[in-house]
């Protein structure tokens, strides 16, 4: 067979379909203008093998823009013609085709290993077929380059076998393309074990006339008893593929005699009426075998494949397959998904709008409990919800990982120790970022050196929780004093962005809370991230306000006891007939020299002294009476001082606090103590302890402070 652009063009003048003729002799002029002067190891010119692929693809029907990409689907691997040459002549829609043609072609095929291995491959060709033809395309080009292979050399003929077995025999299976199938297993199986195909065909070869002759008669004697159907079925007779009988032979361990379905013969009819009709027919005429019928009709296979199989036996006693089928089944049965274009796509073959693998889905739907639904699912569920990508080493081995890893997953899922030293990685051969999401098909080369180590912000850019994992693990066990400064630091930070004060013993509170028993341990936890700082904030905050609102009540309270007993014990209060007795001033009141005070004799504690305005004096009941005591402020008290406390509300601005306490200062008060918070409203509150001698020296200082701007009021506090 010579194929040239003349044939191709016979094929698609004789094609039923309406092809744009100009747009794919306008590709074919620029693939035979890029592949000039190179030839395939036949001989021939290079462009015979994008036109054979073309043509290949012309008897699925596919569309014109398929053949456009088939015949230059060489062009940006194998030439210096870039793609956006063919998008620009071609459109999107060719130059996409191409480039994942292209792209398919660089995935490294390992198959030397398990079958998992193979089918993650194939799981990866199909997900990177954006678009199904890019598929559909490849394994065309993989047929034509099967069917030349003899002229490669032994070695390269191996490795082409072997892949065509294992990763794109089971593809075409899968888009129930088994005319593509059967013939790559065919030439594979011979260049694999070129000894056991040949014992088969020789098998085969000898029983060939009889064979054809028991055919003829089973064909006929069906024929005879469907003569009335109209129009006359198709009846085929044929000996099934070498490969099938091989696998029943050697894999199965089954003797020739055995197989049953070696014959089988294929009955094409109009509607599926007629397929049950002509059962019925063939089940009088032949005694069938028990357990043999399988009805794919009612229950399609998952690759949409449909027929009626039944094995029966003649009267020489041979079992033989009779197969069952509309023309259109048999179409899809021929041709798979390819049948897709063949019959649902326009004269135009466009299936622009459609969603790829809406048919797959639409089975996937129907048929729920068909048998192998599970592995069509899988092959293709990549597609329909990429919850894994897969990548490759450049050995070609696949690593699946969950959709968002970076290089930091994938160097741990290699080895634990590729990621401990990882120094950067290449994708495709270009030095790429640590947060790089990996993609389906990338092949990702790391490097490593013996003296790198992991760096503590991969725990916020690894994906998976296993590399998180031997990260943190990694920094647990390698670094202890690093770790404790590390986490210390952050601890540090975070707490100062929250204006809390990290104090050793809130410190110790919040690692007892996370199971640790001293601060090292938490520190170092935090460190190697083995305690997540941003997940335990929100409750150290609570912890810490809740502490400091607790803390501040105890302190002020504490503050106006003190200045109530330590300062004034010496205070002179003089009490009516009594020397020498204890004094205490009342917290509720805080009287100040020259206020007008009253005694009351508690139980133990002497007398307290109180404003005779305060709300206790007022309020004091009946039978206390005789407990009221008077007293009276001694003279000559300047040398005393007392403690008191303003509270003082203003709106908040800048340098309030400057301005009070330089009022203060002025008026040769000392400030004891000096607190300011914002309060709810905006406002600013400060509270100031100064100490004075006189109530009128503190009354005079409320003054003044009332004056600075701002204030909003100044009280001297007391009443509690
Ligand atoms: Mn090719």
Same mark, same amino acid.
């Given at each position: 067979?010579?194929?040239?652009?003349?044939?191709?063009?016979?094929?698609?003048?004789?094609?039923?379909?309406?092809?744009?003729?100009?747009?794919?002799?306008? @590709?074919?002029?620029?693939?035979?203008?890029?592949?000039?002067?190179?030839?395939?190891?036949?001989? $021939?010119?290079?462009?015979?093998?994008?036109?054979?692929?073309?043509?290949?693809?012309?008897?699925?029907?596919?569309?014109?823009?398929?053949?456009?990409?088939?015949?230059?689907?060489?062009?940006? $691997?194998?030439?210096?013609?870039?793609?956006?040459?063919?998008?620009?002549?071609?459109?999107?829609?060719?130059?996409?085709?191409?480039?994942?043609?292209?792209?398919?072609?660089?995935?490294?095929?390992?198959?030397?290993? $398990?079958?998992?291995?193979?089918?993650?491959?194939?799981?990866?060709?199909?997900?990177?077929?954006? &678009?199904?033809?890019?598929?559909?395309?490849? #394994?065309?080009?993989?047929?034509?380059?099967?069917?030349?292979?003899?002229?490669?050399?032994?070695?390269?003929?191996?490795?082409? @076998?072997?892949?065509?077995?294992?990763?794109?025999?089971?593809?075409?299976?899968?888009?129930?393309?088994?005319?593509?199938?059967?013939?790559?297993?065919?030439?594979?199986?011979?260049?694999?074990?070129?000894?056991?195909?040949?014992?088969?065909?020789?098998?085969?070869?000898?029983?060939?006339?009889?064979?054809?002759?028991?055919?003829?008669?089973?064909?006929?004697?069906?024929?005879?008893?469907?003569?009335?159907?109209?129009?006359?079925?198709?009846?085929?007779?044929?000996? =099934?593929?070498?490969?099938?009988?091989?696998?029943?032979?050697?894999?199965?361990?089954?003797? %020739?005699?055995?197989?049953?379905?070696?014959?089988?013969?294929?009955?094409?009819?109009?509607?599926?009426?007629?397929?049950?009709?002509?059962?019925?027919?063939?089940?009088?005429?032949?005694?069938?075998?028990?357990?043999?019928?399988?009805?794919?009709?009612?229950?399609?296979?998952?690759?949409?494949?449909?027929?009626?199989?039944?094995?029966?036996?003649?009267?020489?006693?041979?079992?033989?397959?009779?197969?069952?089928?509309?023309?259109?089944?048999?179409?899809?049965?021929?041709?798979?998904?390819?049948?897709?274009? *063949?019959?649902?796509?326009?004269?135009?073959?466009?299936?622009?709008?459609? =969603?790829?693998?809406?048919?797959?889905?639409?089975?996937?739907?129907?048929?729920?409990?068909?048998?192998?639904?599970?592995?069509?699912?899988?092959?293709? *569920?990549?597609?329909?919800?990429?919850?894994?990508?897969?990548?490759?080493?450049?050995?070609?081995?696949?690593?699946?990982?969950?959709?968002?890893?970076?290089?930091? &997953?994938?160097?741990?899922?290699?080895?634990?120790?590729?990621?401990?030293?990882?120094?950067?990685? *290449?994708?495709?051969?270009?030095?790429?970022?640590?947060?790089?999401?990996?993609?389906?098909?990338?092949?990702?080369?790391?490097?490593?050196?013996?003296?790198?180590?992991?760096?503590?912000?991969?725990?916020?850019?690894?994906?998976?929780?296993?590399?998180?994992?031997?990260?943190?693990?990694? %920094?647990?066990?390698?670094?202890?004093?690093?770790?404790?400064?590390?986490?210390?630091?952050?601890?540090?930070?975070?707490?100062?962005?929250?204006?809390?004060?990290?104090?050793?013993?809130?410190?110790?509170?919040?690692?007892?809370?996370?199971?640790?028993?001293?601060?090292?341990?938490?520190?170092?936890?935090?460190?190697?991230?083995?305690?997540?700082?941003?997940?335990?904030?929100?409750?150290?905050?609570?912890?810490?306000?809740?502490?400091?609102?607790?803390?501040?009540?105890?302190?002020?309270?504490?503050?106006?006891?003190?200045?109530?007993?330590?300062?004034?014990?010496?205070?002179?209060?003089?009490?009516?007939?009594?020397?020498?007795?204890?004094?205490?001033?009342?917290?509720?009141?805080?009287? #100040?020299?020259?206020? &007008?005070?009253?005694? %009351?004799?508690?139980?133990?504690?002497?007398?307290?002294?109180?404003?005779?305005?305060?709300?206790?004096?007022?309020?004091?009941?009946?039978?206390?009476?005789?407990?009221?005591?008077?007293?009276?402020?001694?003279?000559?008290?300047?040398?005393?001082?007392?403690?008191?406390?303003?509270?003082?509300?203003?709106?908040?601005?800048?340098?309030?606090?400057?301005?009070?306490?330089?009022?203060?200062?002025?008026?040769?008060?000392?400030?004891?103590?000096?607190?300011?918070?914002?309060?709810?409203?905006?406002?600013?509150?400060?509270?100031?302890?100064?100490?004075?001698?006189?109530?009128?020296?503190?009354?005079?200082?409320?003054?003044?402070?009332?004056?600075?701007?701002?204030?909003?009021?100044?009280?001297?506090?007391?009443?509690?």
């Amino acid at each position: 067979m010579l194929y040239t652009i003349e044939y191709l063009t016979e094929k698609i003048q004789a094609s039923e379909k309406a092809y744009d003729l100009e747009k794919i002799t306008a @590709a074919y002029e620029l693939a035979n203008e890029a592949h000039k002067g190179v030839k395939r190891s036949s001989g $021939e010119p290079y462009i015979t093998h994008p036109i054979a692929v073309a043509c290949i693809l012309l008897e699925f029907c596919m569309d014109t823009d398929t053949i456009c990409a088939a015949l230059m689907h060489d062009v940006v $691997e194998d030439t210096d013609v870039p793609l956006d040459t063919i998008r620009k002549r071609f459109g999107e829609d060719v130059a996409n085709l191409v480039d994942g043609v292209t792209k398919i072609g660089q995935v490294p095929l390992n198959t030397t290993k $398990e079958e998992q291995q193979a089918e993650n491959i194939r799981k990866i060709l199909i997900a990177m077929s954006k &678009d199904i033809r890019v598929i559909i395309i490849k #394994l065309a080009d993989r047929l034509h380059n099967m069917r030349t292979i003899m002229y490669r050399p032994p070695e390269k003929q191996r490795k082409k @076998a072997l892949e065509t077995m294992n990763i794109y025999a089971p593809i075409a299976h899968r888009l129930g393309m088994s005319a593509v199938k059967e013939e790559m297993e065919d030439i594979s199986i011979k260049i694999l074990d070129p000894y056991g195909s040949k014992m088969i065909e020789e098998m085969l070869d000898k029983h060939k006339e009889q064979r054809d002759t028991f055919i003829d008669i089973i064909k006929s004697r069906i024929r005879e008893r469907i003569s009335d159907i109209q129009p006359p079925p198709t009846i085929e007779g044929r000996v =099934k593929s070498v490969y099938s009988i091989y696998k029943k032979v050697y894999v199965k361990g089954k003797s %020739f005699d055995e197989i049953y379905d070696i014959y089988a013969v294929r009955v094409i009819v109009q509607t599926v009426i007629e397929c049950y009709n002509v059962l019925g027919i063939i089940h009088d005429i032949f005694k069938p075998i028990p357990y043999r019928f399988k009805d794919y009709i009612a229950t399609p296979k998952p690759n949409r494949y449909q027929s009626l199989h039944t094995t029966v036996i003649g009267r020489e006693g041979i079992p033989f397959e009779v197969q069952i089928r509309t023309y259109e089944m048999h179409n899809t049965a021929q041709y798979g998904i390819a049948a897709h274009w *063949k019959y649902k796509a326009g004269l135009t073959g466009s299936v622009a709008g459609e =969603k790829r693998f809406d048919w797959i889905r639409h089975i996937l739907e129907q048929q729920q409990d068909a048998d192998d639904i599970d592995q069509l699912a899988d092959a293709i *569920k990549v597609d329909l919800a990429p919850d894994d990508v897969y990548v490759f080493t450049p050995k070609g081995d696949v690593v699946t990982l969950p959709t968002g890893s970076t290089i930091i &997953d994938f160097a741990y899922a290699i080895h634990t120790q590729v990621g401990n030293t990882m120094t950067g990685a *290449k994708v495709g051969g270009r030095m790429i970022r640590f947060d790089y999401r990996l993609k389906t098909g990338d092949i990702v080369e790391i490097q490593t050196s013996s003296n790198a180590r992991p760096n503590r912000n991969w725990l916020e850019i690894a994906k998976t929780s296993e590399a998180r994992a031997k990260i943190r693990a990694w %920094f647990k066990r390698e670094c202890r004093e690093e770790n404790i400064s590390e986490g210390r630091n952050s601890i540090e930070l975070e707490f100062r962005r929250n204006n809390m004060i990290p104090t050793e013993d809130f410190i110790l509170e919040l690692a007892n809370l996370q199971h640790f028993d001293n601060a090292d341990d938490f520190y170092a936890a935090i460190g190697y991230g083995g305690v997540i700082l941003s997940k335990i904030m929100q409750r150290a905050k609570d912890i810490y306000n809740a502490r400091n609102a607790d803390k501040a009540q105890e302190e002020s309270s504490d503050e106006i006891l003190a200045a109530s007993v330590t300062k004034r014990r010496k205070g002179g209060v003089i009490v009516e007939g009594i020397d020498n007795c204890l004094i205490k001033f009342a917290k509720c009141c805080n009287p #100040l020299p020259g206020d &007008d005070i009253i005694g %009351f004799i508690t139980r133990g504690y002497g007398v307290s002294v109180h404003k005779r305005d305060c709300v206790n004096v007022i309020n004091s009941s009946e039978s206390e009476k005789e407990r009221w005591i008077n007293v009276m402020w001694a003279g000559g008290t300047e040398s005393e001082s007392y403690n008191a406390t303003i509270d003082i509300i203003a709106e908040d601005r800048t340098a309030l606090i400057a301005d009070i306490t330089a009022t203060i200062a002025a008026g040769r008060l000392p400030i004891r103590q000096i607190s300011a918070h914002q309060l709810k409203n905006g406002n600013g509150n400060v509270i100031v302890t100064v100490e004075v001698a006189s109530v009128e020296q503190l009354n005079a200082m409320i003054g003044r402070i009332r004056k600075i701007q701002g204030v909003i009021s100044a009280e001297r506090t007391g009443i509690v």
